[in-house]
């Protein structure tokens, strides 16, 4: 069974950065698209980035120029670097992937979600 577990969420002034990562483990023979969801309160998710496998990105308007996103295939880990975050980004952050297992199964799997605060 694969998982993803994420870290480097927490509590930021505005202003300031954070890094969240997510690594998939199991039996993994690929990993297609990645991606980073949010979700505030009384929100519905919203895709913030994805990268495929071939390393193209695209970001949600409200983020480009300050978030990046990039993934290290040897780690089956997905990163996203977050700067000049502003309080509309206080959400829960999960990380998404497509993967395929050694025996071809693919499928979509999701990380348990990580909160980011930003609050003075």
């Known amino acids: 069974q694969v998982q993803l577990v994420e870290s480097g969420g927490g509590l930021v002034q505005p202003g300031g950065s954070l890094r969240l990562s997510c690594a998939a483990s199991?039996?993994?023979?690929?990993?297609?698209?990645m991606g980073w969801y949010r979700q505030a309160p009384g929100k519905e998710r919203e895709l913030v980035a994805q990268i495929t496998s071939g390393g193209e990105t695209s970001y949600v308007v409200s983020v480009k120029g300050r978030f990046t996103i990039s993934r290290d295939n040897a780690k089956n880990t997905v990163y996203l670097q977050m700067n000049s975050l502003n309080p509309e980004d206080t959400a829960v952050y999960y990380c998404?992937?497509?993967?395929?297992?050694?025996?071809?199964?693919?499928?979509?799997?999701w990380g348990q979600g990580t909160q980011v605060t930003v609050s003075s």
């Open positions: 998404y992937a497509h993967i395929v297992e050694m025996g071809r199964a693919t499928y979509g799997r």
């Open positions: 199991g039996s993994i023979f690929s990993i297609n698209n």
